[in-house]
């Protein structure tokens, strides 16, 4: 009889860390869209107020006119800026998702993968389960680097066996 495996409380941590991660960078995230949408109200409530001083001090349309044309054009500038910081906060916060993803990713397949490599080498009949998380671990590892898209082995194919090959045993 195999013994039963049991999970250690490494595994736990990496599940919990991993998830914790999620959580901050979405929070994070979140944070800073809502300090980016704060500056779009500043720049609307901007707009707004010179429109309003406009009226009262203008003489007749004309003035009105150059008064608006002047906040509208200083409403587009600010527009742009405001597009221009939006993609340099996206690209940052992609940069950095993906950066910390990976690193915790890493991290918490090696904590799963030395578990596993622990649990099963006692029972001889996990030699197979071994030699596919392995390579499972080797192709992880190298999507993990950026290297090319990888594919996970069958069993079949580990124990020798074709595909559509049956086996009296």
Same mark, same amino acid.
């Given at each position: 009889m195999a013994p039963? %495996?049991?999970?250690? %409380?490494? &595994?736990?941590? &990496?599940? #919990?860390e991993l998830a914790l991660r999620m959580l901050c960078f979405g929070h994070e995230a979140r944070q800073q869209a809502c300090e980016f949408e704060m500056l779009r109200i500043k720049r609307d409530l901007a707009a707004m107020k010179a429109t309003r001083e406009a009226a009262p001090s203008a003489c007749d349309w004309n003035d009105f006119g150059a008064s608006c044309r002047a906040t509208l054009r200083d409403y587009i500038e600010t527009t742009k800026n405001l597009w221009q910081q939006g993609w340099v906060l996206a690209m940052r916060q992609q940069s950095a998702y993906s950066d910390g993803m990976r690193e915790a990713l890493a991290k918490w397949q090696s904590t799963w993968t030395d578990e596993w490599q622990k649990g099963p080498g006692v029972n001889p009949a996990a030699i197979p389960v071994q030699e596919w998380m392995q390579h499972l671990e080797q &192709? #992880?590892?190298? &999507?993990l680097e950026g290297r090319a898209p990888f594919a996970v082995p069958s069993f079949a194919k580990l124990n020798g066996s074709a595909q559509g090959e049956h086996h009296v045993g």
């Open positions: 039963e %495996f049991i999970t250690p %409380f490494d &595994a736990y941590r &990496a599940n #919990l &192709a #992880l590892k190298g &999507a």
